[in-house]
DNA sequence: GAAATTGGGCAGCCATGTTGACGTATCTTG
DNA sequence: CAAGATACGTCAACATGGCTGCCCAATTTC
């Protein structure tokens, strides 16, 4: 299952890149680069009086439109309260709108609304500006290296939601 | 200065690991992961009733101690007052404890207590657990590339200061 | 040595998460 | 068809962790 270990270092169990300081390295990375790729989109939310919690509900509607309130939860791993304040206001901002299931009545599915849409694409192009700067800037090599290691850290259960993202993408 | 591209796709300006999808699949494996690398640890603080910047304040002190606040401030990317509060919770806790500074006496350096140093070690573990399994798994070369994606997501800047903790390690 | 700069701190507000309890419409099942 | 389960919404109260505004002390500068 793991990989293979290289052994230049016979008095230790772990190779080289598992060690204290490659740990951390990890993290601080993990840390600093995650905020500097969402502190763009700060300013583009503050123009419409919105936070990052609207943005992340903008993001998984506009990747999957027509999800049930219930998969939206699970996604964003919140209660259902938190979220229903959020997709009020975004209602109220006519950028999300609600259509009744139509095998299930009881279910809510969500869409964006052409201005949802909108905004949610103009997010997107920060985003997209960043971290393709820094995919073509390491190769796409690296970008597959980047994504193992993601991948890694997510539980096989959730991997499964994650992924279904992309087919439906 | 950009890696070579492969252009199998000669109508594209863009080579594949560019295009949108690929996009989205960082920017989603980016927060699912981050986000249960962190959710590990909320345990450890909610039993200390702290939370996660108290957790961030913890770490960077353990990685550099002495710093100063103002350090930290820049570091941490936040406001003095919402860092204020922080370290006066972990001082009270005698997690945190400061120094004055001997050349400008205004300054206070930072420094752990043994037992701010004990519970950063707790929850760097659990950090560490989850990291290197993700490390393992990928291999050497993915963490290569996981580390090489995220300092392109860094201003030049900053990337400088988070260098610095490498160092200093 | 007065003024400006710098390091730090306190008070109070806001965004966004939490729990708990409850209401209502709809679907499912004995 | 009555009973219970499910999907969603909502009210109230509260915690965390950001923020701005204002203030004090120490140092540097002119």
Avoid: C, N
Avoid at 101 to 119: I, S, Y
């Amino acid at each position: 299952m793991a990989a293979q270990f290289p052994s230049e270092t016979p008095r230790a169990a772990s190779p080289l890149f598992l060690r204290e300081p490659e740990i951390r390295r990890g993290i601080e990375l993990l840390y600093f680069g995650y905020s500097h790729l969402l502190r763009g989109i700060d300013e583009g939310l503050a123009s419409q009086g919105l936070g990052r919690a609207h943005h992340r509900t903008l993001y998984f509607i506009a990747r999957q439109p027509g999800l049930k309130v219930s998969d939206l939860l699970r996604l964003l791993g919140i209660t259902k309260q938190s979220l229903g304040r959020v997709l009020g206001e975004l209602t109220t901002r006519d950028l999300v709108e609600t259509r009744t299931g139509e095998v299930d009545r009881r279910q809510r599915l969500l869409f964006l609304t052409p201005e949802g849409k909108a905004l949610e694409a103009e997010l997107f192009e920060s985003l997209r500006e960043k971290l393709s700067a820094a995919y073509a800037q390491a190769g796409q090599g690296s970008v597959a290296g980047f994504w193992q290691v993601l991948e890694g850290l997510i539980p096989a259960e959730e991997r499964k939601r994650v992924a279904a993202l992309q087919r439906e993408g």
